[in-house]
């Protein structure tokens, strides 16, 4: 299925009328608008979870639909989400003034859609992944079960290797290590990889890996951010 002319149409106009991304569904061949409740709504979108309550009432979605000012490409945020959603989606870029498609069953990124399991399939060893993967660094492998941040609550200070650095979260950089006390006991228990501009490469716990916009709260439960001091 495409979008027609007159959807196009309405899609442009209202992003022609708006200095941030624009987002909203396709229902029927009717475009309904949604809030954009993004917190750097320059760079991403993020559709307000009451209008889309509201507007996915009034039948099947067929495409969910933004803006970008510039980057005629889906970002790997846009198609990480459509993608755990299930759903088709719609960009028009302004910069190139171009309409653009993305597909659930064509995404194709290892790190997201992981099933969870502690030790096997979890937030370390997607950091160890894509480590070794993307940066050809080789990270300590750490033995853990459910309750491993409990167990030992210096391990995370133990296992550090040489060439990673502690630093504030506000100099992270692309591919550093976000590590997170979630509980806010002072016991670090989850772990990310930075991708710039607020967004997370993470596995939560029982969850399917994603890639989030991180939003205020989560950046509270912020520890501290590990840094390669050699970038690959």
Not at 85 to 108: E, T
Not at 148 to 158: A, D, H
Request: charged share 25%; with cysteine.
């Amino acid at each position: 299925m495409s979008i027609g002319v007159k959807e196009k149409k309405i899609i442009k106009n209202l992003a022609l009328q708006s200095n941030d991304e624009i987002c909203g569904l396709i229902i029927k061949n009717n475009v309904y608008p949604c809030k954009n409740a993004s917190n750097n709504p320059n760079h991403h979108f993020l559709i307000s979870p009451l209008d889309y309550l509201k507007n996915s009432q009034k039948g099947k979605i067929d495409f969910v639909y933004h803006s970008h000012l510039e980057n005629a490409d889906f970002s790997e945020f846009d198609k990480s989400n459509l993608f755990n959603l299930k759903l088709k989606g719609l960009m028009y870029c302004k910069n190139k003034d171009s309409f653009h498609y993305f597909f659930p069953q064509s995404y194709n990124n290892q790190y997201v859609g992981r099933f969870f399991e502690i030790g096997v399939s979890d937030c370390l060893t997607l950091i160890t992944n894509y480590y070794k993967n993307e940066l050809n660094i080789i990270l300590p492998k750490i033995t853990r079960n459910k309750d491993w941040y409990k167990q030992n609550q210096n391990l995370v200070n133990e296992k550090i290797p040489p060439f990673l650095t502690k630093i504030d979260f506000k100099e992270a950089r692309k591919n550093d290590i976000i590590v997170f006390d979630m509980l806010g006991n002072g016991m670090p228990c989850h772990f990310g990889i930075y991708l710039e501009n607020d967004l997370l490469l993470h596995h939560p716990r029982n969850k399917l890996s994603t890639i989030d916009l991180m939003t205020e709260k989560q950046k509270r439960k912020i520890a501290f951010a590990l840094t390669a001091e050699t970038k690959i």
